[in-house]
């Protein structure tokens, strides 16, 4: 089976940039994008052996559009469009995304510089949709103060619930991504008490224990979450980061999600907003709500490999990547974080 790209199943770290892009109109860009995605594990390594003790590690990933635009067909069997749900006061928008940049490691310094390497290399190829900093909060936790990814897999498990296998086989070795930028409303999470926070995320939030089933709501979070077919526990793989601005109070998770296919992550999520049954819903979703939602699928080592040209990108000097970024956004170009069609967007 084709290698999977090896930022899938690393240990989560304490750092993280998350970059949702869109390709620009035209041949030059689709065949430049091409050539960065094919040579990216150049860079990653460039970069990467300033510490490498830092684990810096990067996944890329395609949307429905942008694989159209950048591989036609075949496409991988089951990605498509990001599907919008609306329940109530609770909506789940689907918002734009070609390609997803998930940059990870231990020091932030070194996401940001790999980060800047990738949008030097891009230039005018590239439109930023969102971009957001994410980080390590103590022991893994939430903004809202609770232990994040406990119930992740690991080892044999974790390769076995991320990655496609025989069941489409020409896109062996890829997975699957969902990803979700959630706002939290700390203040009005703040004012529960602590055992009602507990009812609704279904943990104990010193200690992370899950509550026992005569003792947890029906909606609470982790019910809602866990998906059961067949007898069998369905698992995803989920590196979510809290991020936030002190000065203007807009905080929260960024949600991404790895699995086989889309069909648990959608089903997961419908049942967090429409409820199982219908109208018991997922009570965090009254102090949180997502503002994008965009589906991608990252493919496998040798399909990458297969779109470098033999002529690798050329590794920038350290620290000039961000200028020659920045200089062009300055000059009117594709560089301004932060276009999510009136979303406010979040560092």
């Not at 900093?133 to 232990?147: A, I, K, M, N, S």
């Not at 077919?229 to 698992?235: F, L, P, Q, Y």
Request: a negative charge; glycine letters at 10%.
């Amino acid at each position: 089976m084709p290698d999977p790209q090896r930022a899938i199943n690393a240990a989560q770290t304490r750092n993280a940039i998350f970059l949702v892009l869109a390709v620009t109109a035209g041949a030059t860009a689709v065949d430049r994008t091409r050539r960065v995605c094919g040579d990216l594990d150049a860079l990653v390594r460039a970069v990467g052996a300033r510490d490498v003790q830092g684990n810096l590690s990067c996944t890329i990933a395609f949307g429905l559009d942008g694989w159209d635009r950048l591989f036609g067909q075949p496409r991988p069997f089951a990605l498509h469009p990001f599907r919008e749900l609306r329940s109530g006061r609770r909506f789940a928008p689907s918002t734009p995304g070609d390609v997803l940049v998930h940059i990870r490691a231990e020091r932030m310094d070194l996401c940001f510089e790999l980060a800047a390497q990738i949008m030097a290399q891009l230039i005018a190829s590239v439109t930023p949709v969102d971009e957001t900093h994410g980080f390590r909060y103590f022991d893994d936790r939430d903004l809202t103060g609770f232990v994040d990814g406990t119930e992740n897999p690991s080892g044999a498990e974790s390769v076995a619930a991320t990655i496609v296998g025989d069941e489409d086989e020409t896109f062996a070795g890829g997975s699957y991504v969902m990803v979700q930028k959630y706002l939290h409303d700390l203040p009005s999470w703040q004012r529960l008490s602590t055992e009602t926070q507990e009812g609704i995320i279904g943990r104990t939030k010193l200690d992370d224990i899950e509550l026992d089933d005569a003792s947890k709501p029906p909606f609470a979070h982790n019910a809602l979450t866990t998906l059961v077919e067949g007898g069998i526990e369905i698992k995803i793989l989920r590196y979510n980061m809290p991020f936030g601005k002190v000065s203007d109070g807009d905080s929260g998770t960024y949600f991404i999600g790895y699995a086989r296919s889309l069909h648990p992550l959608e089903t997961m999520l419908e049942k967090m907003v429409v409820g199982r049954p219908p109208g018991n819903y997922d009570r965090l979703l009254d102090f949180t709500h997502p503002v994008t939602g965009t589906n991608f699928f990252a493919p496998s080592v040798e399909f990458l490999a297969a779109l470098a040209t033999g002529q690798p990108v050329p590794t920038l000097p350290v620290a000039t990547a961000a200028a020659q970024a920045r200089a062009h956004a300055d000059l009117g170009g594709a560089l301004n974080i932060g276009n999510l069609k009136g979303v406010l967007q979040h560092e």
